[in-house]
């Protein structure tokens, strides 16, 4: 038991669903098995509201099964930025700064989301330099992505 | 942009409601846990030492270990090397007449004590004639006499069986700490599992928070023991008393409790200097000058820099609640007043802010009857 971190660590089903996303990819299994120690699980139903535009951003969320929609603009006149599928990510702007969501996300259909807290990030950030590096540098690479989207003309706001 | 005044509660501030309810909770608190005081100590050292071992134990996660196996070796380590260094500064400590029981060593520093008070007495006599005319020496030492005679046969037994009374309490500090290592990350998931999902982030955040305010707290006042020892241990030890580290150390501990813990401290190093040099008087003046000074450095320089950064309380709230505190529970509330308005303040704080945000109130009762919906949806009569 002592000499447990010798051998490979094998991953649970939900760890190796988040070993597959995009921000974690490059982690190594023992630490997704970290990092996943540091996420909460949420359950939402179709149509519930994840968070709101202008809401304090405290966290990002990776999509676990289900799918969700991002929405912009007044309540009457909402108008669809993006559709998320199992794998992806969204509110990673929060996990960066302070700023307010720039966007709403709502449940489409019944979903299991992963939730990493902004100020356990922050922490990792400070005391794991590899992993904060690791998924730092997948959510640069994330955002790149989506201003190269941006300025090709698809007006697309994929992450708040 | 929905709900998009409601939703953003950051910059707002507590209102007088929410303060009064903050102050209300936390005396409320503090009368509940002057009851419960053999948990109180032991919960303290617990927290001190889980926050001590915090750092370590996730060096040890990030190699692999599990958080079962990390929090036990850390543990084991940690308090291994404390009960070393404690045989150690025991084995070091040269009190006079060692080997001595605990009744006959009390009763000597009493004896001790006093002397140097009568000596001190005949000293000022000596120089004030108008205190000579006052008879002070014969009333201070009548005053002594109804007090200390047969102190040491009366009280002393007494005060030893109450503190060993209050060992075995204090033996669930280290299982407390363990068992805060182990499972403190399951318990924050299990306490925000309960949360409904309108309030999910803001809870994340309370909690954060609360453990925030708390580590800061406890790592300062640790800061602050170990400033106070070596400064107090350094200056003992320059006059000449014996068992400078260890009173220093104990001195240190004691300042925990605001006002009355400090005296206590000074008396006893008084009492220990005058004891061990009963023909000089002047280290026991020594020791109550060295006393004084790393008291002034500590209020002046050490508790900015670590307790009085961790709170964030305003100065006068801060004064105001320590007599509050001292009024409603004695020493335990001086010691307990600070920490506990820290984390309530924080936890009424965010609390309010959530009650009174109408968007969050209408998510919930949305994803309420959302839930309702889908548990009925195939019950239709």
């Not at chain 1, 969320?61 to 006149?77: E, W």
């Not at chain 1, 909402?78 to 990510?89: D, I, K, Y």
């Not at chain 2, 205190?131 to 009333?139: C, I, P, S």
């Not at chain 2, 009085?308 to 801060?318: A, E, F, K, N, Y």
Request: aromatic share 10%; hydrophobic share 50%; charged share 15%.
């Amino acid at each position: 038991m002592i000499f447990g971190f010798l051998k490979s660590p094998s991953l649970s089903p939900r760890q190796r669903r988040l070993h597959n996303t995009v921000l974690f990819r490059t982690l190594k299994p023992l630490e997704v098995k970290f990092v996943d120690g540091l996420m909460h699980e949420r359950r939402y139903l179709p149509d519930e509201i994840i968070f709101d535009e202008g809401e304090e951003g405290q966290a990002l969320y990776l999509v676990m099964n289900g799918r969700v929609r991002i929405n912009r603009g007044a309540p009457d006149s909402l108008h669809l930025v993006n559709e998320l599928e199992p794998g992806s990510f969204f509110g990673d702007l929060a996990l960066l700064d302070n700023s307010p969501r720039s966007a709403q996300a709502r449940a489409l259909e019944g979903c299991e989301l992963a939730v990493f807290f902004r100020d356990d990030f922050l922490a990792l950030m400070e005391t794991d330099a590899v992993i904060g590096y690791k998924i730092s540098l997948a959510l640069a690479r994330h955002i790149g992505q989506r201003l190269r989207f941006q300025l090709d003309g698809h007006a697309q706001l994929e992450a708040m | 942009m929905i709900g998009h005044d409601a939703a953003v509660i950051r910059a707002e501030r507590a209102g007088p409601v929410v303060w009064s309810g903050i102050i209300g909770v936390t005396c409320l608190m503090l009368v509940l846990l002057e009851h419960m005081l053999w948990l109180v100590l032991p919960f303290i050292f617990g927290t001190v030492t889980y926050y001590m071992l915090l750092g370590p134990m996730r060096e040890l996660l990030r190699f692999g270990f599990t958080r079962n196996v990390s929090a036990t070796l850390v543990s084991i380590v940690f308090f291994s090397v404390m009960a070393l260094v404690l045989m150690a500064v025991l084995s070091w400590s040269t009190a006079p007449g060692d080997g001595g029981n605990w009744h006959e060593i009390g009763g000597r520093y009493l004896d001790g004590g006093v002397a140097f008070v009568r000596n001190t007495m005949g000293l000022l006599e000596a120089k004030f004639p108008l205190l000579a005319e006052m008879h002070l020496t014969r009333l201070v030492n009548r005053r002594f006499a109804a007090f200390t005679d047969n102190f040491a046969q009366r009280h002393l037994t007494t005060i030893v069986v109450t503190a060993a009374g209050w060992l075995p309490s204090l033996l669930l500090a280290p299982f407390l700490a363990y068992f805060f290592l182990r499972d403190s990350l399951r318990f924050k998931k299990f306490l925000a599992r309960a949360v409904p999902n309108a309030y999910f982030e803001r809870t994340l955040y309370l909690l954060h928070q609360v453990d925030q305010t708390a580590r800061r707290y406890f790592e300062g006042l640790l800061k602050l023991t170990i400033l106070d020892t070596i400064v107090l241990a350094f200056g003992l030890w320059v006059i000449g008393v014996s068992s400078p580290l260890l009173l220093g150390f104990i001195s240190a501990l004691l300042a925990w409790v605001p006002f009355v813990g400090s005296v206590v401290g000074c008396v006893m190093v008084v009492v220990v200097a005058a004891t061990d040099a009963p023909a000089n008087p002047l280290v026991a003046y020594g020791a109550i000058v060295v006393f004084i000074l790393a008291r002034l450095l500590d209020d002046f320089v050490f508790m900015p820099l670590t307790l009085g950064r961790s709170l964030q309380i305003h100065p006068l709230v801060t004064v105001l609640m320590i007599f509050v505190g001292g009024a409603l529970s004695g020493v335990v509330g001086l010691m307990l007043v600070l920490p506990l308005l820290g984390v309530v303040m924080v936890i009424g704080e965010t609390l309010g802010l959530l009650m009174t945000n109408p968007r969050l109130r209408a998510r919930h009762r949305y994803a309420k009857a959302l839930r309702e919906k889908q548990a009925s949806a195939d019950l239709k009569v």
